[in-house]
């Protein structure tokens, strides 16, 4: 069994690494890939193949300091519906350039808080895309939902229009924390919600929780855990807390004395883990729990699990399409994300084209190490066979590499000619081992803590 003191040796307390929802990272990503390639790409999917979109809602009634995503506040409905029909006619292009009979078998709305549309732009925004990509057969429409944002009029138009899975934000139910990060949400109003989301039939649900949040105790991460479980959410996302107040200025309002340590950090994971462990959830990948029937798990045990800019996913559709504002797309060339900017993106779209201002076109061995480091972050290990027969390398290419990252962590990983294994006491450097397969320059970029 690994102690902290051999994790500390390792630097696990004090790395900066990403969390690899893509490879390259996006801080690498340049002006290489522009508008008028991004709709080549669109125009090369496969009729009749299934994509996935994502939706992207900047706007939020409030602005919770501990957030780092890309959003704005309003109090106002008015940028929301100037938006919204940047979004349509966004949507009209990628129908010009679609090729026939594509469907979704994923289709995402995040934000932001995509719940403050009324019911009535729900409706009307959920027609414009399935008015150009239907659902699919067996197709999951997924909406992030925020408890103080939703009410019962709200649910239906989501329901109506053919939402399957909802995702809600927790954070943490202690009242200190929540004051102290700018989220106020009790237990009580995110049961109801999780009420009226089953009430409409609606099964499925995620949850994320966060740990290495100020003033987190042990204590107070079982109590919030309990209170989730309580919920019986069929996916819970457990992440880290990343404190980048030099990126997402608001977080300048959290007290950095308040944090927990990295080793910290460490054990509060593992209280959290333990608890959905005993309550018989399946652990998915690095930051993730299932119920024993959720897809996630099905995919894990058949060896079907991805990871993308969502976390992980059961979803093996090889094009990922975002619309709205910093959203980014993913296809086997390459990707392509839009101007992070509303403003820009809204101007781009009036002129009749794609806001698409950066992204990475695949070369060299991106696709081999994407893979390579996917594998990593889902399964804990590298399928040698896989490799070779989907990739253009050789064994003692292969083998070298690996025996590069087997001297990094010494005596730590399962190297042999079937491939490599990373042991469940070194999990928690997951994400370091990973980056021994990087071929970008890490220095360049910030990245979050490695635990």
């Given at each position: 069994m690994i102690v902290k003191s051999q994790f500390a040796q390792l630097g696990l307390f004090d790395a900066k690494v990403p969390r690899y929802t893509s490879y390259p990272t996006a801080p690498h990503f340049s002006n290489d890939v522009g508008s008028n390639l991004y709709g080549d790409w669109i125009s090369t999917i496969k009729p009749g193949s299934a994509i996935s979109l994502y939706i992207h809602v900047p706007f939020c009634r409030r602005l919770c300091w501990f957030c780092a995503c890309r959003t704005q506040g309003t109090q106002s409905d008015s940028p929301v519906i100037a938006y919204l029909e940047t979004l349509k006619s966004e949507l009209r292009m990628l129908a010009d350039r679609l090729p026939a009979g594509v469907t979704l078998s994923r289709l995402h709305w995040g934000g932001g808080t995509p719940t403050l549309l009324q019911p009535a732009m729900m409706e009307d925004l959920a027609k414009s895309i399935l008015d150009v990509v239907p659902l699919g057969k067996n197709a999951e429409f997924s909406v992030e939902i925020d408890p103080n944002e939703i009410d019962a009029d709200r649910l239906d138009a989501l329901a109506d229009a053919g939402m399957n899975r909802a995702s809600i934000g927790v954070q943490d139910f202690d009242d200190e924390i929540q004051k102290t990060i700018g989220r106020i949400q009790s237990y009580d109003i995110t049961r109801d919600t999780v009420d009226m989301i089953r009430e409409r039939g609606i099964a499925s649900l995620n949850a994320d929780i966060l740990y290495g949040l100020p003033h987190q105790t042990k204590t107070r991460m079982t109590e919030s855990v309990q209170k989730l479980l309580s919920l019986s959410p069929d996916r819970v996302a457990l992440y880290g807390y990343a404190h980048v107040p030099w990126m997402a200025k608001r977080q300048q309002l959290i007290p950095s004395d308040a944090l927990p340590t990295p080793e910290q950090r460490l054990e509060l994971y593992e209280t959290a883990q333990r608890l959905f462990l005993w309550d018989n959830y399946t652990e998915i990948g690095i930051d993730h729990f299932a119920t024993q029937d959720d897809g996630l798990t099905h995919?894990?045990?058949?060896?079907?699990?991805?990871?993308?800019?969502?976390g992980y996913t059961d979803d093996q559709a090889d094009v990922l399409i975002g619309v709205g504002a910093s959203s980014i797309s993913r296809f086997p060339q390459g990707f392509a994300q839009n101007a992070p900017a509303t403003s820009v993106h809204t101007a781009a779209i009036r002129d009749g084209r794609f806001s698409t201002s950066r992204g990475h076109l695949f070369k060299d061995q991106d696709v081999m190490r994407g893979r390579l480091i996917e594998a990593l972050m889902c399964d804990f290990?590298?399928?040698?066979?896989?490799?070779?027969?989907d990739h253009p390398i050789t064994e003692p290419q292969l083998q070298t590499l690996f025996a590069q990252a087997g001297k990094e962590f010494p005596d730590l990983l399962k190297i042999s000619a079937e491939g490599l294994y990373i042991p469940p006491q070194a999990r928690a450097l997951t994400r370091m081992i990973a980056r021994c397969f990087d071929a970008y320059d890490l220095s360049k970029a910030g990245h979050s803590s490695a635990i």
């Open positions: 995919a894990l045990k058949a060896g079907r699990l991805k990871r993308n800019f969502q290990r590298i399928d040698a066979a896989e490799i070779l027969r």
